[in-house]
Structure formats: C-alpha cells, structure tokens
C-alpha cells in the first residue's frame, strides 16, 4: 500500500495490492471468511484480522530476550497469525518492572535482542509491534531489577506503616511520558511494524484512569477529564517521537486483576470522554481487553466494549477475550501450579461480529500457546484438530 498512509485503515471490500504474508491466498472455510481478510495496518498490509495477544512469559533472564524468544515469535507467525503484539516489555524507568524474568525494551543487550526478533518474524512475512508497558502500583518493593525501588502511582499506598507505592510527582509523571515516548522512538528504529501502550489491566495508564488508584487532587485527578490526562500526554509523547505512519495502538480495560466488575466508564458517554481525547491525541487502533470479548458491556444495550469503542471512535478496533476457548481468562491463571485444560471452540460468531462491522481485528491468546498452529486450523475448518490449552503450555516456549 502507499506508504503515505497516515494512519491505519480498513476496508473489508477492497483488495490491497499484496499481503505480507502467505496464509491469506489459500482457500478459507466460509464460516470463518472474514477473519481471513487483509487489514491495512500503517505501512503494510496484514494478511488477516487475526492477532496475537500480548502474554507474559517470564522466561528473558536479566530483562533480556534469548534464542528461545525468538523461536516462540516466530513459530506463531509461521502458524499464520497476521499481527504479533509482544508481551509486555518495560520502558526505562526504576519502577516499571513488577515481575521476574520480563523483557525490557531499553539497553543494548535487551533491544539488540528484540532486533532478532523483529529481523526473525519478518524474514517470515509476519508484522510486529512490542507491547511498551509500565506496571504501576502492581510493583512492590523487592522486585527486581532494583529491589529498593517501590511502585509508582497516582496516589501513594502505605502497607503496614511501609509505603510500597509512592505517589508520583510532576518530575515522575514527566519521566514516564518521556520514557513511552523514547520506546515508542526506538520500536521504529529497530523495525517493528507499530507500538502498543499498555493502558490496561490496573498497569500504570490505568491506575490514573481508574478512580479507586486515582485520589489526586491535581490536574490528573478527579474528573474523568483531569484523569485521562496522563494517558494523553502519554500519546502525544509519542506521537510526537515517531513518523504519522507508524501506527499507535492503546489496549484499555474496565477490568482490573483486584476487581473484575471494576469500571473506568459507567456509560457510553464516559467511555467516550475517555476515548475521543485519546483517538485526538494519535492512537490509530485500540485493543479492547475483556474476559469474554461477546458481553454487552453497558446495561441496556446489547453492544459489545469493542463495538462501542469503535462507534464513539471511528477507529478500528481489536477485540479480545477468551477467543477460541471455553474458558475465560482467570488471573493467576499463569502462576497456577495446578493441572487445568481449557478446551478450543470454534469462532464463527466472532467472524460474525468483525463482518457487521462491531470491531476489525481478533485478539487470540492462550489458545496460540498450546497450538501455534491454531490459525491454520480455523482457517481449514479443522477446529476439532486444536491442542487444548493446559498447564504445560505455560511452561514452553518453543513448541
């Protein structure tokens, strides 16, 4: 496509003139049609609407990924998946990391190893963006790669006269739009395909926007104005530090890993107080997290969080949440020690969905771990095929 596109676009009834990857030219079972669309995505074209979601893996030693990161990204991408997000990779700041073992996405040795990764999945024909995350208050102290470093947040938390999240300062706030920027600046520089912010999940974009972490009294507190301030700066930062044509993608949630009831919108009007400044400021495509991408998300209406977002937006959307499972997304599930299977579904009814037009792209997870080659068998209608998702699939890389 012309790579004076500005930003990404879809149009499902047109024919781009390539895709990057090969899985778009074979015969598609009907069901499933229009998952297996291209997708024009800032410079290039996917070769379908199917995602990979970002998971952590705890398995980069020293914030560093190894061979065996870049064997797992690429096995997804041969299996067929049209975009990769990477798991979470912490920008460069002292509290960004909150768990052992996850990439970073700042120093020599951590960005020549995401280099490899890129250099790999589009030796392949594949496209990826690395997932920029802060995690907040979720850090406690301890954790490394400073264990002296306590979380940052919108508000301070004092655990047994201990203050294990500092409340961050304007100098902090500044820090952190500066360091998503930078990352965002370097993601174009080694060649991936796009930048994700994480603005989800209780991480640090999140807590501002949520009023329970957020009790500031300042201009990034209060109203829901004030409290998408930071995520704003956030975006224009890095906007700002890369080309118009290089895509910004923002995954939100309502939900918290504390509180799966939680909400940063009650109404359709908030969630578009929140979204419309976001979409100003440069996102190009947001991710919607929910435990089951199919609920309605606002009484009343039997509209989905993904189709809300992008009928107040006009931006197109991911949607993600238990595709292609019978099971939803439980936290702790990736520390859980204990023996599970969640078993495949089919998605015809999410390809439903993507054909009306509620959202443009599928978000698939946990499934991708147990089967890399999940796409190719939905492809094929060959569902019943699918490795389960269980226990040992969280324990591999490299499948």
Do not use: C
């Not at 410079?43 to 064997?71: F, I, Y």
């Not at 439980?330 to 009306?356: H, I, S, W, Y």
């Amino acid at each position: 496509m012309d790579t004076a596109t500005p930003a990404p676009t879809a149009n499902p009834g047109a024919t781009p003139a390539a895709s990057d990857a090969g899985i778009g030219t074979h015969s598609v079972n009907a069901a499933v049609a229009p998952l297996f669309q291209p997708f024009a995505f800032g410079r290039h074209t996917l070769a379908n609407r199917l995602v990979m979601a970002p998971m952590t893996r705890n398995k980069s030693p020293g914030g560093v990924p190894t061979d065996d990161v870049v064997a797992y990204y690429r096995r997804r991408v041969q299996g067929g998946v049209g975009l990769l997000i990477t798991e979470g990779t912490t920008i460069n700041h002292s509290a960004a990391n909150g768990y052992p073992q996850v990439p970073a996405f700042h120093g020599e040795a951590a960005l020549a190893g995401w280099k490899r990764v890129v250099d790999a999945i589009h030796a392949e024909g594949g496209r990826i963006i690395p997932q920029l995350w802060h995690v907040g208050i979720a850090r406690r102290p301890g954790v490394e790669p400073d264990p002296s470093v306590p979380g940052y947040g919108p508000s301070a938390i004092v655990t047994d006269g201990v203050e294990v999240v500092r409340a961050m300062t304007q100098a902090d706030i500044d820090a952190v739009v500066a360091a998503f920027a930078q990352a965002a600046a370097d993601a174009e520089r080694l060649g991936f395909d796009g930048a994700e912010l994480h603005g989800a999940h209780g991480y640090i974009i999140d807590d501002f926007f949520w009023e329970q972490t957020n009790q500031r009294t300042d201009a990034y507190g209060g109203s829901l104005e004030n409290r998408t301030r930071f995520a704003v700066e956030i975006v224009r930062a890095v906007r700002a530090a890369v080309s118009p044509d290089f895509p910004i993608v923002f995954r939100f949630s309502q939900w918290k890993g504390i509180d799966y009831n939680a909400r940063i919108a009650q109404t359709p009007e908030e969630l578009g107080r929140i979204l419309t400044p976001l979409a100003e400021a440069g996102v190009d495509v947001f991710h919607v997290s929910t435990r089951r991408y199919w609920e309605p998300a606002f009484d009343g209406s039997p509209d989905t969080l993904a189709a809300w977002t992008k009928r107040l937006t006009g931006k197109p959307v991911i949607a993600v949440g238990s595709v292609g499972l019978d099971g939803a997304f439980k936290v702790g599930m990736f520390a859980n020690r204990d023996a599970f299977e969640v078993k495949p579904t089919d998605v015809d009814q999410a390809a439903q969905a993507l054909a009306r037009g509620d959202f443009d792209l599928l978000g698939v997870g946990r499934v991708l771990l147990s089967d890399p080659d999940w796409a190719i068998k939905v492809r094929d209608g060959r569902v019943g095929e699918v490795i389960p998702f269980d226990r040992a699939a969280l324990d591999r890389l490299v499948v």
